[in-house]
C-alpha cells in the first residue's frame, strides 16, 4: 500500500495474479506467483489508508484485480468507510461482461483505469499475449458508456518500440467512443519489460521525438486530459507542463527500489540492474549517473552547504513546483532577467546554464557528510536534477555546463536555454 499524502490517494493491491501476459508487464514477478492478497491484510490497508476530514480516493489494483473473487466485497468495504471515490485499474477482460459491470457499479466503483495500447486486434493482441483482449475492451467501454455514463472512464497506454509510430491513432480511436482521458506511460526497462527488451527498448529514443510530438499534439484538444508518466523531459518540448513531478523519483527509488539502491549506496557501485539498452530507456538514468558521479567525487569543489556561505549568487529549486512558482517570475523574460541582475556583483553563478548568466559558472555536488541514502535522494530531488535541451549538443560549453533544475524547465520550458 502506498499514500499519495496532499490527495490522500490510498493504492491497494488485492491481486499478484492476471488474465494477461503483456510483454512489457512491470509485476510480471509478483503476477507469476498468481496469488491473492490476504482479505484480512487488505481490509486492514484499506482502513488504515482512510484520513477522516479529508477527500478519500481508492485505487483498487493488481496484477488485475477483477480476478480476486472478493473484489465486490472490497469495493463495498471502501465505501462503507465513506471514501468519496473507489477506483480500479484494469485489463478489461471481465468487463466485457454487461453483468459484472453492472455488480461493480451497484457497489459504488466511480471510476475505471483499463490499458489499451494500440488501435487493433492485431498488434493489440501480440502486446498482451492475449486473444480477444482488444475486441473485450471495446465492448467493456462501450458498456460504461451506455449503461453507466456516471463512471469516469479513462485509459493507460505504454508506448514501446513496437507502437510508437501510431501510439497517436489509440487516442484518436478512444475520442471516437467518448474517452477523453489518458495517461501515456514510456515502456519502464524492468521485469518482462527487461526480457523482451530487444522488442520493446528504444535504441536511441531521441530519433522518435516527432512520433511521441504527435501524441502531445492530441492534447490540444480541449475535451482531452492527457498526463505523461515516466517520459524523458526532452520528448515534451512545447508540452513542458507535461512533464513529471521530480518527486517521482523518490517513490521510484526509496520505495520498491529502496533495496537496491541501498546496496549501491552502501558497496559504491552503480545498482545491479545496468544495462546499456535498458539505462538508456530508464528515467532513472540521471539519477543513477550522479550516483556514479558522487562515489568517483567524494571531496567537492563546491557543495550546497559551502554555495549558500560564499558571495555568490546560487539558483535555488525545489521539488515542488508551487514552491518554484510562488518564488520566481511569471513569465520567461523577467525570470532571465532577475538571473541577470542578481548575478551582477557576485563571483560565481551557482547551478545556472551559462547561456542564461554568460558567466563562469559552478554547479553544486552531494555533501558526503550528510552520509544516508535517503539524504541523497532528497539533495537529488531539489538540487540537482537537471535537465538539457535536445538543441544542447550543438553548444560549446555542453561538456561542461550541468544545464537546470527540472522544474525551471516545467515552468519556463526549454526556450529559456540558448545553446552558444
Known sequence: MSIVYNEN????????????????????????????????VIKQQIKDGFKPGMKNKIIISGGEASINPNFFDYIKY????????????????????????????????????????????????????????FKKIIRAILNFKKYFPQVIVNADIVVSKINITYAYKVIQLL?????????????????????????????NILKYYNYWQLIWKESKDQRVYMWANRVFPQLLEWYEHMIQSPEKIWDETMGEGKH?????????????CKDKLRCK?????????????????????????????KENFKLESNWDIFWIDKNYPKKTEDFIKLIKEKSKNTGSVINAPYCIVNKNNKFTTFDWKWKKIENFTKWFINEWFRIKWIQCKNCKFNEICEWIHINFVKKYGFSILKPM
Request: with cysteine.
Open 260 to 272: 537496491m539502491f541501498e546496496t549501491a549506496w552502501k558497496n559504491k557501485t552503480q545498482p545491479y
Open 9 to 40: 490517494r490510498v493504492w491497494v493491491r488485492i491481486s499478484s495474479a492476471c488474465s494477461s501476459n503483456c510483454i512489457m508487464c512491470l509485476d510480471w514477478e509478483q503476477i507469476k506467483l498468481k496469488k491473492f492478497i490476504p482479505e484480512k
Open 78 to 133: 471502501a465505501k462503507s468507510l465513506w471514501y468519496n471515490k473507489i477506483q480500479t485499474v484494469t485489463n478489461w477482460l471481465r468487463w466485457s461482461d454487461l453483468e459484472f459491470c453492472r455488480k461493480a457499479v451497484e457497489n459504488w466503483l466511480n471510476e475505471i483505469t483499463f490499458s489499451i495500447h494500440w488501435f487493433n486486434s492485431l498488434t493489440h493482441d501480440y502486446i498482451t499475449q492475449t486473444p480477444w483482449s
Open 175 to 203: 475520442k471516437k467512443i467518448n474517452v477523453r482521458e489518458y495517461d501515456i506511460l514510456q515502456v519502464i526497462p524492468f521485469s518482462n519489460a527487461r526480457t523482451n527488451k530487444n522488442k520493446l527498448l528504444f535504441d
Open 281 to 309: 530507456n530508464c528515467y532513472l538514468q540521471w539519477y543513477c549517473k550522479q550516483l556514479e558521479k558522487s562515489f568517483k567525487n567524494k571531496k567537492s569543489e563546491e557543495t550546497s552547504e559551502e554555495a549558500g556561505k
